[in-house]
């Protein structure tokens, strides 16, 4: 049974386009979020749901527009991508977000913009 | 100066070595301090928490807060080749939930 899921695992594609990634979660939380790991490995938050409403929204180019269309999901979708965005796309989520809950992270997704 | 600063190593070691990993922050009043591990191409999966000062034992590992000098550090004993992995330091940094992660220490463990 597999906690936090992602698709695509990879992405390889041209400059200037429109891409999704799509998250599912079936641990029944109600906090989901998307982190972004560059080449070096650093992990950084990029947006949190919690309940379907948006409660974190990092210094992210509006490019990048998180949707939630119910609690198990959280996608992803970047528009006119661009080099700098190829990186590993993680998925997570935790029980809530009021206080410390252990997140859970999905496989990831390597995007390679061209 | 960055929230959490964690040396990227890499860290290379014999097996069954004595493995000491280490971050430093910034904010005084944060509270919950994590590890994680993350295998190559994989997600990071929690290996250990801890609340406050103080250490916290889980089989080899061990984890231990010096909230007085703002040093986190995880210890690793009779380390593993299957313990290869990038370890990160994170931070539950506030009422939104957010993670604030360290660089992560990519380690080696040699047969």
């Known amino acids: 049974d597999t906690a936090v899921s992602q698709t695509p695992k990879y992405l390889v594609t041209q400059m200037g386009n429109d891409k999704s990634i799509k998250c599912e979660q079936n641990?029944?939380?109600?906090?989901m979020y998307w982190y972004k790991q560059d080449s070096k490995k650093f992990l950084k938050i990029m947006f949190s749901?919690?309940?379907?409403?948006?409660?974190i929204n990092e210094t992210v180019p509006n490019r990048f527009s998180p949707k939630s269309p119910d609690k198990a999901h959280l996608n992803l979708h970047i528009n006119s991508l661009e080099l700098g965005d190829s990186a590993v796309y993680f998925c997570?989520?935790?029980?809530?977000?009021?206080?410390?809950?252990?997140?859970?992270f999905g496989p990831g997704t390597r995007l390679t913009v061209l | 100066q960055k929230e959490v600063e964690q040396d990227p190593g890499p860290l290379s070691v014999p097996e069954g070595a004595i493995v000491s990993l280490n971050c430093t922050y910034s904010?005084?009043?944060?509270?919950?301090f994590m590890w994680y591990r993350q295998y190559s191409r994989k997600g990071p999966e929690l290996l250990m928490y801890?609340?406050?000062?103080g250490n916290k034992e889980d089989g080899r590992f061990t984890a231990q807060v010096d909230k007085s000098s703002k040093y986190i550090s995880l210890f690793i004993r009779d380390s593993q080749p299957s313990d290869s992995a990038t370890y990160l330091c994170?931070?539950?940094?506030?009422?939104?939930?957010?993670?604030?992660f360290g660089k992560g220490t990519k380690l080696s463990v040699k047969p």
């Open positions: 997570a989520s935790s029980q809530d977000a009021g206080s410390y809950n252990e997140q859970f």
């Open positions: 641990l029944g939380h109600d906090t």
């Open positions: 749901y919690n309940n379907k409403e948006l409660i």
């Open positions: 904010n005084s009043a944060f509270q919950y």
């Open positions: 801890t609340y406050s000062s």
């Open positions: 994170a931070i539950y940094g506030g009422s939104q939930g957010n993670l604030i």
